[in-house]
């Protein structure tokens, strides 16, 4: 489905702001905005539900590329 919005100068701006910071496009940035306001209505309340929350948005395992993630933490802290 299509559906076309008329937004205001400012929110299009913040909202590609937001999108280039995490390398989407606009329209895909959009989308899981969307997608993600359930959760909001109905937030994790045990830390189970927490994980299974980031497990569902693929936030868990999703940085493969970091095999130790204390030395990982360790190393942003002394770049900071």
């Known amino acids: 489905m299509t559906i076309n919005i008329e937004l205001s100068l400012e929110l299009e701006n913040e909202l590609s702001s937001e999108a280039s910071q995490l390398n989407l496009p ?3 940035y959009i989308l899981r905005i969307l ?3 359930k959760a909001l209505d109905n ?3 045990t830390g189970a539900e927490l994980v299974a929350y980031w497990q ?3 936030v868990i395992d999703s940085r493969s590329d970091i095999t130790d993630s204390q030395l990982y ?3 942003l802290h002394i770049t900071d």
């Open 73 to 75: 933490a360790r190393q």
């Open 56 to 58: 569902n948005e693929g």
């Open 43 to 45: 937030p994790p309340k």
């Open 26 to 28: 606009l329209s895909e």
């Open 35 to 37: 997608s993600t306001r």
